[in-house]
């Protein structure tokens, strides 16, 4: 035990040396505010372990960003709602629904993103991407789904997370190109061969955007019954 609370000082250390002053401190607020939403659910330590696993998890390959701090302060707020969820130390709520893609940059988002907007308050709806990198969501799949009204200016590529995976009732994955999913044992899986859409001329991406929209609704009809 005393060897891991060492190492992970000296993680924390090295990343704080690569930062600047600025975000150095919003670091430290996020990380106080983390724990006193969730230091009476989870050890504070596992707090620690899932944000500073949050913030190396959304970090690009050219180092530390301003958007960093507060993609991993969501990131690892969705890990340790879904770690509650699954540990029944929550309420479960309403249905989680998670879809996976390969990048979570284009299929995933939409799909999150219409199911989302149709189901309201009555499913918890994410979406993430195998290949664990962060992205900006592909430019005509933002320009396709703001074409019927959603808009995904605030939307961002997550990773796959054990925890985010393990809360989940439903998980939709994107056809072969997301890679091997272990789905959780108990939860349904719904596969959609897609074609992917990321690069794709406008015309194209329209016609995915319509494929997995009309899936949605059907997926949705079957989640939720309407009542009466």
Known sequence: MLAARLALTDHRAGMAAELDPQTQLRLKTTRESIHAEFGSIHPHDRIDAVLDDSIDQVRSDAGFDDYVPALAERLCRDRLKAAARSAGLVERGVP????????????????????????????????????????????????????????????????LTPEVLAAADVVVTMGRSTGVVEIPAGTRHVDWRIGDPSGAPIDEVRHVRDDIRARIELLLRDLVPEEG
């Open 96 to 159: 989680e629904v998670l879809f996976v893609a390969l990048n979570d940059t284009g299929r995933g988002q939409m799909g999150a993103a219409m199911l989302r907007s149709l189901a309201g308050d009555r499913l918890n709806v994410h979406s993430a991407g195998t290949a664990g990198r962060r992205a900006p969501v592909d430019p005509g799949v933002a320009e396709a789904m703001s074409e019927i009204g959603l808009g995904l200016d605030d939307a961002y590529s997550k990773p």
